[in-house]
């Protein structure tokens, strides 16, 4: 396989991972909006959070650039389930904490006011991205904790073992030295893959399913970034063509996808089929520094792929690709957000 891991490695720095000034931008929204959180509920005389923990890609760091702007920060708020109580003193209702917490983050200031969603409540702000306030309540010991999500009702959801189970996945798979981890970079790209055309973005595998699919599927290769990356590929392909349910890691019993025939399970398979034949010219003797890097701008859908062409930078010698059997599922592990 033709090497442009130093090419991948530096697509991944330029145009997938978020820069440092937009993260601490990122930071400076998310603790501006959980001290207007606090302030608003105070001037309502409504109970106080317990707790906030970022969660989701967020947590995670596995956030892309996007050119729209469009980015998902997610931040939950805990409170503690005995101050919860209707005005009759009954349990809150998980819609009426939602709204509770809708209410206490209106600000004039908003184009758009925050709105109470299925799971989440959503903050708009006129950059593009948003944040999404996913509300808790929490009760028992600690030992026994039970921890419910406001959807529809409430429901027991686990978003900071989701983080952690993460963090668990990537020291596990990535291969010594390689940084922050080469799992996580690994999902930085996949999930810029399934971002890169905007008509895919609604129809797409989520971050959260595609992280899962590759924590099933991810072998490491410290040494070539982009032969782990292609291996991950192509075993989520053939992995979906079997069976397109992925399993929660966390929560018992749950799914990510819904159902057998998930569409957006469907779609992500689908995608991967199309563009990785792309990628056969790598497997070529006679491949090019040219040909090689405009097969990955075609998957990437990336012009900056054919700009590096004549840039000098680490020509690649042909490598075979590994046999099927070496990228196929390493590890069949069984187990909406981050429920």
Known sequence: MYDCASEIGQYHDDKVTLPKDRQKEMRKRRDANRDRLRSGLAKAEKPEPSAFHKQGSYAMKTMVQDSDK??????????????LKESNGDDMSAPNARQMVRD???????TR????????????YNEGYHVDVPVYQRSGAVKDERIELAS????????????????????????KDTGEGQFRRAVRLLKKFARSRDD????????FMITKLASEL?????????RALRSAMTAIRDRLERDLVVIHPVVKGDTITKGPSDPNATFLRDKLKENLSHLDVLDRDDCTREQALGAWGKVFNDA???????????????????SKESYEVVNKRGGGRYA
């Open 218 to 226: 991810f072998a490491g290769d410290k040494d070539r970034e982009d």
């Open 200 to 207: 895919w973005k609604s129809k797409n595998a989520s971050g």
């Open 104 to 110: 206490a983050l209106q600000d004039n200031r908003f």
């Open 304 to 322: 900056w792929f054919d700009d590096q062409v004549d840039s000098g930078g680490k020509g690649g010698a042909a490598i075979l690709m590994p």
């Open 70 to 83: 469009d980015y998902d920060i997610d931040d939950g708020v805990y409170f503690e389930k005995a101050d």
């Open 113 to 124: 006011q925050p709105e109470s969603r299925d799971n989440c409540v959503r903050v708009y």
């Open 152 to 175: 529809t009702n409430w429901k027991d959801a686990d978003a900071r073992g989701v983080t952690e189970w993460f963090e668990g996945e990537n020291t596990r798979l990535s291969p």
